[in-house]
């Protein structure tokens, strides 16, 4: 008999704790800082009863002791968190741009109008933010880079972008090219992004060449820049000019100014970039001083001027010595007439 009455109790017991019941699908989650998470969640009770509240709460160490705090007193909270549960058996929620300090114990209760029941378990949501890393930050041409895109969540496909295009290596033999601003996203996640992070290419000097400021031959006497440039980080500093005219180095400084030409100042000029890491030539430019045709065409031209003018006098000067010889004759025949007249 009393056997029988334990038995009932126990059956009791068990239909009891199985009727009334708190399901959460998964009662661990990660998810990254910024995006949406939902914690599903199923509850039971005894057919029949009418749910008159639900509500979520937050574990949360108060003083040393272990508290549930109902989400909508958090003032953190407001605004983002959504309610998808009904008050049947779905119990769902949905927290939005999500935050760092999100994390943590999540629990479920409801009250019927006889009980409240709450949930045994709890759901542990870890927020997690998604980190690019870049090793070495600072990388001589040609070393090995490697991207690394963490979170604490289970490891999920990264994708990586560089200065916002997406890339599909996440290691590198780096190149001058390859600097600039790295960050990833997690596959499935790609509204959230990590911070970019720089990598910075360090390399000798490329790219050397010497623009001359004036093409061509060049007139004697006149002034010509030579200026060189390159692409190197760091930065290039120091320019060395050589010149085929001497063999030697002519001069430093980016910019090679040769004023006052002279034919002999003809002949190659090549500069020679250098950083700490090391030293680039450019080609040699070929520099030509001589009498150009411009020249030639002014001197003759005015050599044709001068002639011209000599001639052009020299005939005005003749006109003129005829013109007054003639008058003087009219003169003579005027009083000659005058003369003739009287008589
Ligand atoms: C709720 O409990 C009833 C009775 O035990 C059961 O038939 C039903 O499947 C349960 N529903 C859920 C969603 O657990
Ligand atoms: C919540 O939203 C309301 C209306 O959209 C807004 O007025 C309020 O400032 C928001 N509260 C927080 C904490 O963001
Ligand atoms: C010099 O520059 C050229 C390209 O401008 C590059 O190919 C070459 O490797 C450089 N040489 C050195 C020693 O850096
Ligand atoms: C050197 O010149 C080439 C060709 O113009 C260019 O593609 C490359 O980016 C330049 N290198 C650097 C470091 O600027
Ligand atoms: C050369 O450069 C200097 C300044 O660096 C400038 O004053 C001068 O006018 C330039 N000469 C020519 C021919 O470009
Ligand atoms: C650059 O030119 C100088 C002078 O001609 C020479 O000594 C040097 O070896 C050259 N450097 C390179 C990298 O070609």
Not at 86 to 104: K, M, V, Y
């Amino acid at each position: 008999m009393i056997t029988v009455l334990l038995l009932l109790l126990m059956m009791k017991s068990g239909t009891v704790s199985a009727v009334s019941s708190v399901t959460f699908e998964n009662q661990d989650l990660c998810a990254l800082k910024g995006s949406s998470v939902t914690l599903r969640c199923l509850y039971n009770y005894t057919v029949g009863k009418t749910v008159r509240k639900t509500a979520w709460f937050k574990g949360h160490l108060e003083k040393g002791l272990w508290k549930r705090v109902e989400l909508s007193g958090l003032p953190s909270y407001r605004n983002r968190t959504e309610y998808l549960g009904d008050r049947q058996h779905n119990c769902s929620l949905a927290i939005h741009d999500l935050r760092e300090d999100d994390t943590g114990h999540y629990y479920f209760r409801f009250d019927t109008d006889t009980l409240g029941i709450r949930s045994r378990g709890s759901v542990f949501l870890t927020v997690s933010e998604v980190r690019a890393r870049v090793h070495p930050a600072t990388a001589r041409a040609g070393k090995k880079v490697t991207l690394e895109c963490v979170t604490s969540c289970t490891p999920a496909s990264t994708l990586w972008f560089k200065d916002g295009h997406p890339i599909t290596k996440s290691l590198l033999q780096a190149q001058a090219e390859d600097a600039g601003k790295y960050s990833c996203t997690v596959k499935g996640h790609e509204s959230v992004q990590s911070h970019p992070v720089d990598l910075n290419v360090l390399y000798s000097p490329v790219n050397v060449s010497v623009k001359v400021s004036h093409a061509g031959l060049l007139a004697v006497g006149r002034s010509v820049n030579l200026t060189c440039s390159s692409a190197a980080n760091p930065k290039a500093d120091s320019y060395t000019w050589y010149s085929s005219r001497s063999l030697l180095q002519v001069a430093s400084g980016r910019v090679l100014s040769l004023n006052s030409l002279e034919v002999s100042h003809s002949g190659l000029y090549l500069c020679q970039v250098r950083n700490r890491l090391g030293e680039n030539n450019s080609t040699a430019v070929l520099l030509t001083v001589g009498e150009t045709k411009i020249t030639r065409f002014i001197l003759l031209l005015g050599i044709g001027i001068k002639v011209v003018m000599v001639l052009f006098l020299t005939l005005i000067i003749t006109w003129a010595w005829r013109d007054w010889f003639n008058s003087a004759e009219d003169n003579e025949m005027d009083s000659h007439d005058y003369e003739n007249c009287r008589m």
